[in-house]
């Protein structure tokens, strides 16, 4: 639910573009989500869906680098909360009132799951995420899984999350359309 001063596409674009520059230095890859990514033409808040880099050990075993991501969020706005899969900032980047919520993806996560349920709106990703189980797929922590053996089905984009669900690929600028809730309101009908 958006709580910050809404501000127009235009404004929201350029303050989405220089947090992701100043995420890219301690980041493996970040992309914005939410209303922005839905060129929503009023934004209240901001959505990140961010990789951390790995830190890798000796062995070759890899572990999300995350406290720097936590340290340039803390930079960018007020903290408000978070742990290892989400962060909140307020006041970002000076403006007052605005929100960042910061959704981390990293393993067992995938980014394009997370990236295609928090571009939104909600009530599409929950309902791509529920018409999964008839095709005997479950979302769960960021990944889809086979139902029966509980193995990973990959799914490396949205398109892909999309057809896990049975459903037509929306470009993220046409999911808030009347055609993209029709079917919503006839399942719930």
Do not use: N
């Not at 961010?50 to 995350?66: A, F």
């Not at 962060?87 to 067992?108: K, N, S, T, W, Y």
């Amino acid at each position: 639910m958006s709580i910050g001063r809404p501000v127009p596409l235009a404004r929201a674009l350029e303050i989405a573009q220089q947090i992701s520059e100043l995420l890219a230095p301690v980041v493996a890859r970040s992309k914005v989500a939410g209303s922005v990514r839905r060129q929503r033409p009023v934004v209240s808040d901001l959505e990140f869906v961010i990789e951390p880099r790995m830190q890798v050990d000796l062995l070759g075993h890899g572990t999300p680098d995350i406290e720097p991501v936590r340290k340039k969020l803390r930079e960018i706005g007020e903290w408000a909360k978070g742990g290892d899969r989400y962060m909140q900032i307020r006041d970002v980047l000076g403006h007052e009132g605005m929100r960042l919520d910061a959704f981390l993806a990293h393993e067992p996560a995938r980014f394009a799951v997370i990236l295609a349920i928090r571009t939104g709106p909600a009530e599409l990703g929950q309902w791509a995420v529920t018409r999964m189980h008839r095709f005997g797929r479950r979302c769960e922590g960021g990944r889809i899984l086979d139902m029966r053996s509980g193995a990973e089905i990959p799914c490396d984009s949205e398109q892909d999350f999309f057809r896990l669900a049975g459903l037509a690929y929306l470009p993220p600028r046409l999911r808030d359309s009347a055609g993209a809730r029709a079917p919503l309101e006839h399942a719930h009908g």
